[in-house]
């Protein structure tokens, strides 16, 4: 077998293993309980029910790659189908898929060109992901369809919100909440035909779940940072000498986001020494993540160390003053990976040009798609 065609083969597996665990991780979260840890599990019938989750999410997973390989052909730059990333570890711990990827098999010459391959995923997807949020929240489905999910909250009646939805149950049931981003609120406010679910439940309506999380990967990838869609969109708005100035800026500030409020002033105000080193103990952690985070921003690892530091000094104060605010925590991880292993910084294009009016009607047109699918707290976990 030629390596293109076992590459074909790889490709193709791929996705049907990513169309299965998405199908599964979307019956799980639809129906509330597990594949094989429940009693009774999920049945088959169940499973494929699962489908109405994984193919609109696809959908728009497919568009985004397909967005970047035709554009990358049409500049000439040679490219590989997608490789989707099937992850499935258990009931509501994932979404069965890390998404997908092209591999670039030539280089790219141009800043336009760059410009050109980032920014066509993101909006290929984003139009998609439009469409489906429409459909979804014009075909809402009547209110009582929250009860064939979970049985036991119809004896409640109508007052069964005031039950459910404590701090209490919701921590019982492992709930989680979907947080607020502009575009989710519009159409809640201005689209929905029927009635808008809970947020601590939206994840039980396939379409609507399919679409937030369309939206939340949208948002991630047009971040404008490194090597990221928004990161090209960035180099070719305003290259590379610019680039490298507001992107580390753009992700320290994420970075200091994310971990804003985990650690707080008061953890450390206490007389139990034990306690008192246990916390230190994560702390001294955490300042490791934040250098490996910062690792690649400059070649001398003192300075890194110092800005690691500063950066939790800085959050230990802000914690002190305003101890209920907290940025977001589930960030960091992708923070981490951004910074240490894709990197902050552009490589340079052999020719750079201006890229005229129109791309940057676009590029300054995906910065808006940007702040509408964005959300500040995507998934808020009860425990």
């Not at 069965?96 to 280089?107: E, N, P, V």
């Not at 039980?204 to 779940?209: A, C, G, R, S």
């Not at 490791?288 to 800005?307: C, I, K, Q, Y």
């Amino acid at each position: 077998m030629s390596r293109t065609r076992r590459r074909l083969f790889i490709q193709i597996l791929l996705f049907v293993v990513t169309l299965v665990t998405t199908t599964i991780a979307g019956a799980e979260w639809m129906h509330g309980t597990s594949l094989f840890y429940a009693n009774p599990p999920l049945t088959f019938t169940q499973v494929l029910e699962g489908l109405y989750f994984s193919v609109p999410f696809l959908l728009v997973l497919t568009f985004h790659e397909f967005g970047h390989y035709f554009t990358a052909r049409y500049n000439k730059v040679k490219v590989t189908l997608p490789f989707y990333i099937p992850l499935w570890f258990g009931p509501f711990t994932t979404m069965g898929t890390m998404g997908a990827f092209i591999q670039l098999r030539s280089r790219v010459k141009t800043n336009k060109q760059y410009f050109d391959i980032g920014i066509a995923g993101p909006l290929a997807g984003f139009f998609v992901a439009l469409g489906l949020l429409w459909y979804g929240f014009t075909h809402l489905p009547p209110a009582d369809y929250i009860f064939t999910i979970h049985p036991e909250w119809k004896a409640l009646g109508d007052q069964y919100p005031q039950h459910v939805y404590t701090e209490e149950a919701l921590a019982g049931r492992g709930a989680v909440k979907l947080g607020d981003n502009l575009l989710f609120w519009f159409f809640e406010k201005f689209v929905a035909t029927g009635p808008v679910p809970s947020p601590y439940d939206m994840a039980n309506y396939p379409f609507l779940f399919a679409g937030y999380l369309s939206l939340f990967f949208t948002a991630l990838n047009l971040f404008p940072i490194g090597q990221l869609d928004g990161g090209h969109i960035l180099y070719g708005l305003v290259g590379r000498r610019w680039h490298r100035i507001i992107s580390p800026i753009i992700f320290v500030a994420f970075l200091f986001y994310a971990g804003l409020g985990w650690f707080k002033y008061q953890d450390f105000n206490q007389s139990n020494t034990d306690e008192f080193l246990i916390q230190a103990g994560y702390l001294a952690a955490y300042i490791g993540l934040n250098f490996m985070a910062m690792s690649r921003l400059h070649p001398d690892r003192w300075t890194v160390a110092a800005l690691a530091l500063g950066m939790v000094l800085m959050q230990l104060v802000i914690s002190y003053f305003f101890p209920a605010v907290e940025g977001y925590r589930g960030f960091l991880l992708f923070a981490v990976m951004l910074g240490r292993f894709l990197g902050v910084y552009h490589p340079p294009a052999e020719i750079e040009v201006p890229i005229g009016w129109k791309r940057q009607l676009l590029g300054w047109f995906s910065l808006l798609v940007f702040v509408l699918c964005f959300s500040p707290k995507p998934f808020i976990m009860f425990e």
